[in-house]
């Protein structure tokens, strides 16, 4: 018969082994697997989803050149060659002060090396931002924000903001300079022969020595807007670089001023012509009188010393007393009227510029204050649309009209003025 012990003992030795065994691979296995660390569902861990590129933002770094219209520049911009990989540079345009100046696209564009060129221009499409920019100026330089960018769409970033800003040159010194020199010259000649000479003076020869005829209200106005245009013209060029900038309003303009002064020259040169040709005659009148009456009168005393008088010498001296009568009634008349008519050509002398241009024979006159007032009125509308608009202004046909009937009335009473 077989023992049982031994064979017990056996079994129970085999399972405390096998325990200790499953223990130890339990333990080596879980040292040897990482435990997976717990993450929010539906997010990827790092070591499964690569992390995006950062997007390229391009940054105007730094600006080459003079900041004027109708002038070269050389923008600096930094990351442009990797930006210009997925966007049209050709597009790009200035920004002042957040203003694009539209259609102002690069003229060379040098994509490796980050930076373009442009040629600052203004055209029909750009041209009001332009005015917003340089209209209205303090100075000949203004501080701006600058930067570049798509057309229509935001710029980019740029070291050049409000804060740090670049100054766009309104006028350039040296032409504002000569232009600055010839408006003055110009004005500075024109006001010493307005002073000096008859320029804008009634025509003719002052009927007094050392004396200037009196100031003549369409000549005045002629030459007030010959140099207001004059002036205007220069500025606008000298900002914009603009030359077509005359309206049709102001041919107008000048065309009815034109009109007027030529209508007055023609009516005083009429009327001093009679009056110096009247003259003429009643002086050489006189003459032959201041001569005649002695003779006359030599001849009767001729008459009168004779001892015997004959009928026929009484009736020479009755006929004799009778033409130096009447010869000497005629001379008081002849000398009365060179007299009214040299006091009518005293008035032709000059008693001062705002008495001239407002005043006639009879006194100051509403119709020259009419068409003066308007001249003024008409002359600060003119400045201030120059220099805020940077244009002449349009005037309309309602306003030329009324500048047009104002000049009528005035050469209509011109005609029985007195000067």
């Known amino acids: 018969m077989i023992s049982l012990r031994p064979t017990l003992e056996t079994v129970v030795r085999l399972v405390v082994a096998l325990a200790v065994t499953s223990t130890v691979l339990t333990i080596l296995?879980?040292?040897?697997?990482?435990v997976p660390s717990p993450s929010v569902a539906g997010s990827p861990t790092p070591g499964n989803s690569p992390s995006p590129a950062p997007s390229v933002v391009p940054k105007v770094v730094a600006v080459e050149g003079n900041l004027e219209l109708d002038d070269l520049i050389r923008v600096e911009v930094e990351h442009l060659n990797e930006w210009a990989l997925k966007n049209d540079a050709t597009k790009i345009v200035p920004y002042l002060n957040g203003l694009a100046i539209h259609g102002n696209f690069p003229a060379e564009i040098h994509a490796s090396q980050n930076h373009l060129h442009f040629h600052l221009q203004s055209t029909s499409e750009n041209r009001k931002v332009w005015i917003d920019l340089l209209g209205a100026p303090e100075s000949t330089r203004k501080a701006v924000a600058f930067s570049v960018?798509?057309?229509?769409?935001?710029p980019f970033d740029s070291v050049f903001d409000q804060q740090h800003p670049l100054w766009l040159t309104i006028i350039s010194p040296v032409y504002g300079v000569v232009a600055l020199v010839v408006v003055l010259v110009t004005f500075i000649i024109l006001i010493w022969l307005a002073m000096k000479t008859n320029l804008i003076?009634?025509?003719?020869?002052?009927?007094?020595?050392?004396?200037?005829?009196?100031?003549?209200l369409g000549r005045?106005?002629?030459a007030f807007w010959f140099f207001l245009i004059y002036t205007s013209y220069v500025t606008i060029w000298l900002i914009t670089d603009a030359l077509d900038?005359?309206?049709?309003s102001l041919l107008a303009l000048m065309g009815i001023s034109a009109g007027t002064a030529l209508s007055d020259a023609l009516i005083d040169s009429g009327k001093l012509n009679a009056d110096s040709t009247e003259l003429l005659n009643l002086t050489a009148e006189k003459q032959s009188l201041d001569q005649s009456i002695p003779e006359l009168q030599a001849q009767i005393n001729t008459v009168n010393a004779k001892l015997t008088l004959v009928p026929d010498d009484i009736t020479n001296r009755d006929s004799l007393n009778k033409q130096v009568q009447d010869s000497r009634?005629?001379?008081?008349?002849v000398n009365q009227e060179i007299q009214n008519l040299t006091r009518s050509v005293d008035v032709g002398v000059s008693k001062g510029f705002l008495r001239d241009v407002l005043?006639?024979?009879?006194?100051?006159?509403f119709h020259r204050y009419q068409i003066f007032a308007w001249t003024i009125v008409l002359g600060i509308i003119f400045v201030s649309s120059v220099y805020n608009d940077l244009t002449m202004p349009e005037f309309s046909a309602t306003l030329l009209g009324l500048m047009g009937i104002s000049s009528g009335t005035y050469i209509g009473f011109k005609f029985p003025e007195t000067k």
Not at 359 to 365: C, I, V
């Open 220 to 222: 005045v106005q002629m």
């Open 149 to 154: 960018g798509l057309d229509n769409q935001s």
């Open 29 to 34: 296995a879980q040292t040897s697997s990482p």
């Open 201 to 216: 003076r009634d025509g003719g020869t002052c009927p007094v020595p050392g004396k200037l005829r009196p100031y003549n």
């Open 359 to 365: 005043s006639d024979g009879g006194g100051y006159s």
């Open 245 to 248: 900038t005359v309206t049709a």
């Open 329 to 333: 009634t005629r001379l008081a008349q």
